[in-house]
Each structure stands twice: as C-alpha cells, then as structure tokens.
C-alpha cells in the first residue's frame, strides 16, 4: 500500500508540474492590445522577459507585461529638417496655400511662421535638403509637410511640384558666404539665377530668381538652420 500512495503520490505531483508549465505557457502569450505593442513576459532578475528567451526565468511564470512599441521609438532617432529664412525680411520660405491661376501651379512662399503653429500649419516651413548625388554639391529642396519639391522656372518663379524631379530645374547650388550656412546664396543650377523673397501685399509673398545680384543681393540672402522634423 505504501507503495502504490507513493506512486500514486509522485503521478500527482508530475501532472501538477505540467499543468503549472503549460499553464505559464499560455498565460505569457495570452496578452495582446489592439496596436499590437503590448505581449506577455515572465520575470526575472534582468527585468520582464519573454518566456524561454535568453534570459532564465523561473519555472512557473509569474506573468508581466512587454511594451515592445515603447523601446523602439526609444531607439529610432530623430529626422533633421532644415528652415530657410530671408535674411532681409525675417521670413522663411514656405509651402502655403498660393496659386498662380495662370498655370495651376502652387508658388513658394516666404511667410512669417511661428514655432506653435497649428497642426494644420505646422511643417509647412521645414525642408528636407537632398544631395544630388554629382559633383558640384547640388540639392534638391522638398518640402517636409507636402512632400513638394522646389523648382524654377523661366519667368523667375519659384514653384513647388509633386513627384519626383525630372531635371536640372529643381536643382540648386549653395554658395556660403564666409563659409557659414547662416549667410548662404542659392543658386539655381539651371537657370543660374539666385533665389530671393518678394513681397507684394500683406497676403502675398513670393520667391522669386534673380541674375542681378547687385539689385538684390541683401535680398538673396539665407539663413539655413537645423530643426527636428
């Protein structure tokens, strides 16, 4: 008799064991939210861990929760944009809401924008600067909001276009004066002329291609500065 309650004993004790482990098992992946960011983990002395990782965890799981959303934007850094301002007027150029109804194309703009801008206005004013990619150190300037990039044309407008560019006109050469990006020409690589703020009412304001540098030179230049996207 003895024998057969120590058997009997040691059974018990083997299928509690299983439904213990098994029960851990389906417990520690049983926790989902709907972005998909949130899973289950079992503790252990290097914090919450996923069940049979690297890490050692005790054989029942006492369960904890995963945030896998949280240490990835953590690790993702931060996109760099870039603001030009006019360094005659203040302004920064900008994708605002300015069509030439001629054509049916958008103008860029130079506009006083703030930093608290609504969300409906915010980024309008921030570009990404694109290397070319030849000699020469040539950019293309899009715009961070609307994914518009900037070109000339020749009836020296500065327009802004979807898509991708397609040839010389969207390019553009900074020229650093005292070799600082604070005072910098931005010259045209098709054209050759510089680019420049023109304002012509309270409600308009364009940018404008120059070739006469000596009527417009304070006006031509920019100041382009580093801003997180």
């Not at 503790?43 to 965890?57: A, D, I, K, L, N």
């Not at 006109?169 to 931005?186: A, E, I, M, R």
């Not at 703020?197 to 031509?220: H, I, K, P, W």
């Amino acid at each position: 008799m003895m024998i057969v309650s120590w058997r009997t004993w040691l059974i018990s004790a083997l299928y509690l064991l299983t439904l213990a482990v098994t029960g851990g098992v389906t417990e520690s992946s049983y926790v989902r939210d709907e972005g998909g960011c949130q899973t289950s983990g079992c503790v252990s002395q290097q914090g919450c861990v996923p069940r049979y990782s690297q890490y050692t965890t005790a054989l029942y799981c006492q369960r904890c929760v995963i945030d896998r959303c949280r240490s990835v934007e953590a690790s993702m850094p931060r996109r760099v944009c870039y603001y030009l301002t006019s360094i005659a007027s203040g302004q920064r150029l900008a994708a605002a809401e300015n069509y030439d109804r001629r054509t049916s194309q958008r103008y860029a703009s130079v506009l006083y924008t703030s930093d608290r801008a609504d969300d409906d206005e915010r980024g309008h004013d921030k570009w990404h600067l694109i290397g070319s990619g030849r000699d020469g150190h040539d950019y293309y300037i899009r715009n961070f909001r609307t994914g518009e990039y900037l070109r000339v044309q020749e009836n020296n407008f500065a327009y802004l276009a979807q898509g991708q560019p397609i040839d010389d006109s969207f390019l553009f050469k900074p020229h650093l004066v005292d070799g600082s990006w604070s005072c910098v020409l931005l010259q045209s690589v098709c054209y050759g002329g510089y680019l420049y703020g023109e304002r012509y009412s309270a409600a308009s304001n364009f940018v404008l291609m120059t070739r006469d540098l000596q009527r417009c030179y304070r006006e031509s230049l920019w100041r382009v500065t580093s801003v997180y996207c």
